[in-house]
């Protein structure tokens, strides 16, 4: 028994399925600290099209209320275009977004394609803080993610519900709760405003969770057992009915089939006799299947808790 799975009183188990959350590939234009999966430009996972024909079967059969398109950078697999039109003909779809990969020659009409198809936008952004950009990204991308963003503006995006453009805010390095989601988002959506003129529909925050690059940054800090302890410590049984993994299947570059992104970044398929190939997929199956749990999990639990779309208390 794991020591996440101590503090259950029954094992975990999935519900309905309401997202199909879609890995398009590791390359990244950027090399991010906190990137739990290691993306990076010298990554060459890609989600070829077998791959992603099975996907959209998938999305056909389980009719799920969201389709999320994540990576890495998803603008650097060269199939996006063509997977968006046909998932757009009966699916809601979302695309995660570090705003670079739309200003690289060749992907800069991705925003008007975007536009064009109402794809919801969840844009990488350490709130408006230039100085964590900077350690984060790179000095100079903060100002360009900046000009991105005042471009969707353009568009209609962030005005309304149908060109949603929402912001994600991951945590600072170290062993801390992540802060309040509405005081915070309240405070950089006028911030944004007032600086820039730039209008988005929500901000969120995520938890970082340590895995991969952030882990071997806690302990170059020797922050890592700080971390685990209070994440542990602050395990909230009230987080457990909005984990992620109860609500979505996770897809990856080759189709493999995880709980969710941080299983996918440790190697843990879907188990216990659920499908774990794209090429498989079983929406009875895969629905109340136990979830692969351990002690990164804490950090989706631990205080207000975290999913990737919303603190969850």
């Known amino acids: 028994m794991t020591p996440f799975a101590r503090h259950l009183d029954q094992r975990l188990t999935a519900q309905d399925i309401e997202v199909l959350q879609v890995n398009m590939g590791l390359r990244c234009n950027l090399a991010c600290h906190t990137c739990h999966l290691e993306c990076s430009p010298g990554r060459r996972e890609i989600m070829g099209w077998s791959v992603l024909e099975s996907v959209i079967a998938a999305a056909d059969a389980l009719r799920p209320a969201l389709v ?7 603008e650097l697999n060269p199939n ?15 695309v995660r977004t570090n705003l670079m990969g739309m200003t690289i020659d060749g992907l800069d009409d991705l925003p008007d394609f975007f536009a064009l198809h109402k794809v919801r936008l969840v844009a990488s952004l350490p709130c ?3 100085e964590a950009a900077v350690r984060e990204h790179g000095n100079g991308l903060y100002r360009s993610s900046i000009d991105v963003l005042k471009r969707l503006n353009q568009l209609g995006y ?33 911030e944004l405003d007032e600086r820039f003129g730039i209008t988005v529909n929500r901000l969120f925050t995520i938890t970082n969770v340590p ?42 570059w080759d189709g493999t089939l995880y709980d969710c992104d941080f299983n996918q970044a440790l190697g843990l398929p879907t188990n216990h006799g659920a499908p774990c190939h794209i090429s498989q997929f ?12 351990g002690p990164h999990c804490f ?15």
Do not use: W
């Not at 999320?68 to 998803?74: E, Q, V």
């Not at 170290?174 to 915070?184: E, M, T």
């Open 282 to 293: 079983d929406a009875e199956l895969l629905r109340g299947r136990s979830i692969v749990t």
């Open 80 to 94: 996006i275009k063509r997977f968006i039109r046909i998932l757009r003909g009966t699916h809601p779809v979302q």
């Open 158 to 190: 962030g005005h309304d519900e149908a060109l949603g453009l929402d912001i994600v805010f991951n945590h600072p390095l170290g062993p801390y709760h992540q802060p309040g989601q509405r005081a915070l988002a309240e405070a950089c959506k006028r």
């Open 68 to 74: 999320d398109i994540t990576g890495g950078a998803p």
């Open 211 to 252: 895995l991969n690059r952030y882990l071997e940054l806690l302990r170059v800090h020797d922050m890592e057992d700080e971390y685990m302890q209070l994440a542990e410590s602050s395990f909230n049984a009230t987080n457990l009915p909005g984990l992620m993994c109860r609500h979505q299947v996770n897809v990856g």
């Open 299 to 313: 950090a989706c639990t631990a205080g207000i808790g975290s999913a990737c779309s919303r603190a969850l208390s």
């Open 128 to 130: 408006s803080l230039d």
